[in-house]
Nanobody
């Protein structure tokens, strides 16, 4: 089995910063893409940022210029640095990982989510 554990969420004022972390553990050979998604009431889950094992990044249009995604492959960890936060960034943030397990099969796993609340 594979587990993803997020941390770093919380309450922050508009204009502030937070850093999310997500650590993957369990039985796998490697992790391909890791990333962050968010979901707020009444809205569909949306991609925030992803990063491949080679370091290629993809950021959602609403967070470009404010958020940065990075990873430490040796620690199976992905980070999301969130700067210049806005109230509309309020959401539950989920970590996702594409994991290669035995037999070279790729599986997708999600973390349990961490709440980010930005006050105006």
């Amino acid at each position: 089995q594979v587990q993803l554990v997020e941390s770093g969420g919380g309450l922050v004022q508009a204009g502030g910063s937070l850093r999310l972390s997500c650590v993957a553990s369990g039985d796998f050979f490697k992790i391909n893409r890791m990333g962050w998604y968010r979901e707020s009431p009444g809205k569909q889950r949306e991609m925030v940022a992803t990063i491949t094992s080679g370091g290629s990044e993809n950021l959602g249009d609403s967070v470009k210029g404010r958020f940065t995604v990075s990873r430490d492959s040796a620690k199976n960890t992905v980070y999301l640095q969130m700067d210049k936060l806005k109230p509309e960034d309020t959401a539950v943030y989920y970590c996702k990982a594409e994991v290669v397990r035995s037999g070279s099969f790729t599986f997708q796993y999600w973390g349990q989510g961490t709440q980010v609340t930005v006050s105006s």
